[in-house]
């Protein structure tokens, strides 16, 4: 269960599973005992044993994401972004994977998640003493049951990075929030050179650079599934999967939401949104190009996506306030080297 106060501050969520369990300790330990000269027919008992035992298999067969996150003093909180702007959906809020920097929609059909939401301020992004990303390593997600989780395996040699979605660069204040960020439900398969290592990693950095103008910045990022145009004038969806047997997803898309907030101006915000294609993307393309709206983007992902604004809070286009704009890396941090080539190897799935 979501009792929303949010991330960096003591925060409880009870799952469904959970309160299966405590509905039966309730019978086992307390309604039982309060009528111990009571006579239950065979037909009682049975029922009584069976939902016992319905609920403790349903609790065991579910497991959800259950975890106090670590309190750090940034005043930051990634589930605000729910309070302010909506719930994006599909799956209920105790379904939801709790990181100390981020909070993930898991998507069991894709292995890849729906959504991660951030909230970051230029605090969070400052790296903190003895908090280095060659310490964090990738890792399968033990929250998520094994059926449906994707595995390191299924990255080896796919010819796909490990994409992260909310972004590791994003989380430098402690090293065991870095290393959240890198289990495998925050990441999605992305096309290597040309994107991931390249232009959607200078999206990255776009709302980072955003927290010098901004006292803070949400950060939505999910992958998407979006048809193409067949000769015939039909649309199709159609994407590659990974894996053995091959069960990851390989998005089409990605999308990324940014909303810049400040504290004196606590009625309104700035945002966009922006779709990019899981491709080689040409350098010099402006990242307005890809900018969409929220209607656009929420019927596409199937997601409600800033259309359940809080009453009194006016979002302004981002990009008429600031310059959207993506700043190059001034040098290739995968072109040569043995800690470069280490880095790309990881990324890939080579070595894990």
């Not at 940034?74 to 799956?91: R, S, T």
């Not at 909310?166 to 999605?188: E, K, R």
């Not at 990605?254 to 945002?271: I, L, Q, R, T, Y």
Request: with cysteine.
């Amino acid at each position: 269960m979501y009792h929303g106060s949010g991330l960096y501050n003591h925060s409880y969520w009870i799952s469904k599973s959970d309160q299966n369990s405590l509905f039966c300790v309730f019978i086992i330990y307390y309604w039982v005992p309060i009528h111990p000269h009571t006579h239950y027919s065979a037909m009682q008992l049975s029922v009584l044993v069976a939902a016992v035992a319905t609920l403790s298999s349903f609790s065991s067969a579910q497991p959800l994401h259950k975890r106090e996150t670590t309190e750090h003093d940034l005043g930051l909180n990634a589930a605000g972004f729910f309070d302010k702007y909506g719930y994006p959906g599909p799956i209920p809020k105790e379904n939801l994977l709790i990181r100390d920097a981020y909070i993930s929609a898991p998507n069991y059909a894709t292995r890849n998640p729906y959504w991660s939401v951030e909230h970051i301020n230029k605090e969070a992004i400052k790296t903190a003493a003895n908090v280095n990303r060659d310490k964090s390593k990738f890792k399968e997600e033990d929250e998520i049951p094994e059926l449906f989780r994707a595995k390191l395996k299924d990255y080896y040699k796919s010819g796909y990075d490990r994409g992260h979605q909310a972004p590791a660069g994003d989380v430098q204040f402690a090293q065991d929030a870095l290393d959240q960020t890198f289990y495998l439900s925050n990441m999605a398969p992305q096309v290597g050179k040309g994107f991931n290592r390249n232009y959607w990693a200078w999206t990255e950095e776009f709302p980072r650079n955003l927290t010098g103008t901004y006292d803070s910045v949400r950060i939505l990022t999910g992958p998407l599934y979006l048809p193409e145009k067949a000769s015939d004038g039909t649309y199709t969806v159609s994407y590659k999967l990974i894996g053995n047997p091959p069960n990851v997803a390989v998005p089409t898309h990605f999308f990324k939401v940014v909303v810049g907030e400040n504290e004196n101006s606590k009625d309104s915000a700035d945002a966009a949104a922006f779709v990019l294609p899981n491709k080689e993307i040409d350098d010099s393309t402006k990242l307005t190009d890809f900018q969409t709206s929220f209607d656009d983007l929420s019927r596409d992902a199937g997601l409600s996506i800033l259309t359940n604004v809080t009453s009194g809070i006016t979002v302004n286009d981002l990009c008429k306030k600031v310059s959207c704009e993506t700043h190059k890396y001034s040098h290739d941090r995968y072109s040569s080297g043995s800690s470069q080539s280490k880095l790309l190897a990881d990324i890939t799935g080579e070595s894990y």
